[in-house]
């Protein structure tokens, strides 16, 4: 525990944390008005026309949307928080100190790891305050209700704070593996926005070739694909059921943390 507060007490002294929370209050503004007017396209019977299948068509699908505005910037400024976390001891020399107080490497990793989550953690809390608060407002205006008795609802709130505490932990991983902080950033964050596009269209280009719908289900194997679909209700031709995007972040989580413990128990540190 003295090692995950230690951990926790290095974020909460510097400024970056102040301006990636900033970041995410605005990723949420924006990201609300866009699914607010999705889910009064849905609700209002014109679902099809924006793709929404049947089951995703219901007050209670819609609502677990907007519960869960923002998650996909969100995510990216928990995981670049997880980045910083560990190369912040290499940009500022601090890493010898730390093995050296701490001689255990796997100990300063899990603590760096069990840091990341409750980081995760916190920041899921204050963004799903805001969307609770505004969605509920937004939902009981339009007579719907809350909604907050419904099991998708529910579940999407539970998974989303599950991809909080994944994506931090992501971080961690990544900051291992390339320990320049610049670098680390600018890779990761590169990965997120970019990649996840260029994926998208890749498996477009697939389905396409091999004239299958079916093939695009598949972009499930990107993270960033993967904590929007466990958190949707139901499926489509575009997305598979929830519990395959669960599998497939939680196995992300897992490499990352053991691959992450490996290196730094194996690396040189001057």
């Known amino acids: 525990m003295n090692l995950v507060r230690a951990e926790l007490l290095k974020i909460r ?3 970056t944390w102040w301006w990636l929370a900033l970041g995410a ?3 949420i503004v924006l990201a609300f008005a866009f699914n607010a007017w999705y889910a ?3 609700l209002g019977g014109d679902g099809g026309d924006v793709g929404a299948s049947p089951e995703q068509s219901t007050p209670a699908a819609q609502a677990a949307n907007l519960y869960t505005s923002g998650q996909y910037l969100g995510l990216m400024f928990v995981m ?6 560990v190369t912040n001891e290499f940009f500022h020399q601090t890493a010898t100190t730390t093995f050296l107080t701490t001689p255990r490497r796997t100990s300063v990793i899990v603590g760096k790891l069990l840091a990341a989550s409750v980081l995760g953690f916190l920041f899921w809390l204050a963004t799903t305050l805001i969307d609770l608060a505004a969605g509920s407002i937004f939902l009981s205006l339009n007579d719907y209700g809350a909604q907050l008795g419904e099991w998708p609802v529910q579940r999407a709130l539970l998974f989303n704070l599950l991809a909080y505490a994944i994506w931090t932990i992501l971080g961690v991983g ?4 390339i320990t320049n902080q610049l670098g680390a950033v600018i890779t990761a964050a590169v990965l997120y926005l970019v990649g996840t596009q260029v994926v998208g ?6 389905s396409n070739v091999l004239d299958s719908e079916a093939v695009l289900k598949w972009q499930v194997v990107w993270p960033a694909v993967a904590s929007q679909v466990m958190i949707t209700e139901g499926t489509s031709e575009f997305t598979p059921s929830w519990w395959v995007g669960a599998l497939v972040l939680i196995g992300y989580a897992l490499v990352s943390g053991v691959v992450g413990v490996l290196i730094t128990r194996r690396r040189d540190i001057a």
């Open 201 to 206: 269209l890749l498996f477009l280009l697939l």
């Open 174 to 177: 990544i900051g291992t593996l």
């Open 40 to 42: 009064v396209t849905v």
């Open 13 to 15: 002294t510097t400024s």
């Open 25 to 27: 209050f605005l990723s």
């Open 80 to 85: 670049l928080i997880g980045i910083l976390m």
